[in-house]
């Protein structure tokens, strides 16, 4: 049974910091694109950032130089640091494991509530 945990979200003031956990299990960690994607509400789930197998990292526009994606293959783990965090930073955050073979490995998180005060 494949699950994906996330932790670490809560309420922080402008310009302050949260780091992001998620925890896998089930799955073969090592081979799967790891990423971050959030939701607002009222609008649609987007990506954040994204690190592949190999250590290869995307970030969205809105979050590049603000955010750091990392993985610990020995942990089964991705994080999200999220630095000088905006009101418009506040979603839920969800974590995602990819890989294709012959068919896709799409498996989700539960989700974890990022607010960012004013």
């Known amino acids: 049974q494949v699950q994906l945990v996330e932790s670490g979200g809560g309420l922080v003031q402008a310009g302050g910091s949260l780091r992001l956990s998620c925890a896998a299990s089930?799955?073969?960690?090592?081979?799967?694109?790891m990423a971050w994607y959030r939701q607002a509400p009222g609008k649609q789930r987007e990506l954040v950032a994204r690190?592949?197998?190999?250590?290869?990292?995307n970030y969205a526009d809105s979050v590049n130089g603000r955010y750091t994606i990392s993985r610990d293959n020995a942990k089964k783990s991705v994080y999200l640091q999220m630095n000088s965090l905006k009101p418009e930073d506040t979603a839920v955050y969800y974590c995602?494991?990819?890989?294709?073979?012959?068919?896709?490995?799409?498996?989700w998180g539960q989700g974890t509530q990022v607010t960012v005060s004013s």
């Open positions: 995602n494991a990819k890989y294709l073979t012959a068919a896709l490995n799409d498996y």
């Open positions: 089930g799955i073969n960690f090592r081979m799967y694109t």
């Open positions: 690190i592949s197998s190999g250590g290869n990292i």
